[in-house]
């Protein structure tokens, strides 16, 4: 059982546009910043969006990270059959510096482009 | 270019141990903390621990306690996590990261590693 609650999967048809929820607490994504990793079967994980609402260089605009209280989303535009992939979120668990809840991540969410 | 290569699968009996290890190029592999994460099979990410490469500081998920260590070489830009008293739930696939500068995500990953516990 995850810390973070991810529905285990989504769907959208390609060009469409598709949100992935995270829902935590007040000890964790209500006090933190939230990040996002995609992860291709075979490969590892990749950050999509860090503290939030930050994309790395290298990740297309499509996209975007946002928080509201103890819930978080992950918005995809423009959908594309590479974006089939597993997406995670994660944050940290307070009282945090540095371990004792650590860092939590949801359970995953299976992204299937129609 | 920044790279974390990771040593090959393994095959361990219940009650052994394995030890993993993660080499680190294209960076000062002291300034940045190694994080230890896994997937067991059909699972989720679990967060294990982190580890410090310049001072051997580090701190573990409550869940692992007394059963991971983690370790490094510095003269070889090399970090290890060593699991014990292993069992069949164990069987998963191991990955160090990189925590970011800014100490809020992971930058960069290994490859990943198959841990497989079995009798």
């Known amino acids: 059982q995850s810390v973070l609650t991810q529905p285990p999967s989504a769907s959208g048809t390609a060009g469409q546009g598709v949100t992935i929820s995270c829902s935590g607490s007040?000890?964790?994504?209500?006090?933190?910043?939230v990040n996002w990793y995609q992860h291709l079967p075979g490969m590892a994980p990749k950050v999509l969006i860090y503290n939030t609402n930050q994309r790395p260089s290298g990740v297309p605009d499509r996209f975007s990270g946002s928080k509201s209280g103890t819930s978080a989303s992950l918005a995809i535009s423009g959908l594309q059959s590479e974006d089939e992939a597993d997406y995670y979120c994660a944050t940290y668990s307070e009282p945090y510096w540095k371990t004792p809840n650590g860092v939590v991540f949801g359970g995953g969410t299976k992204l299937t482009v129609l | 270019q920044v790279h974390l290569v990771q040593s090959g699968a393994e095959v361990k009996k219940p009650g052994a141990s394995v030890k993993v290890s993660c080499k680190a190029s294209g960076y000062n592999f002291a300034t940045y903390d190694i994080n230890w994460v896994r997937q067991p099979k059909g699972q989720g990410l679990e967060w294990m621990g982190w580890m410090n490469p310049d001072n051997g500081k580090t701190g573990y998920a409550q869940k692992f306690q007394g059963r991971v260590t983690l370790t490094r070489d510095t003269s070889i830009n090399t970090a290890y996590m060593e699991l014990s008293g292993l069992r069949s739930e164990d069987t998963a696939v191991y990955y160090c990261?990189?925590?970011?500068?800014?100490?809020?995500?992971?930058?960069?990953w290994g490859q990943g590693t198959l841990v497989t516990v079995s009798s």
């Open positions: 990261a990189r925590e970011a500068r800014t100490g809020t995500h992971f930058d960069y």
């Open positions: 007040d000890s964790n994504i209500g006090s933190n910043s």
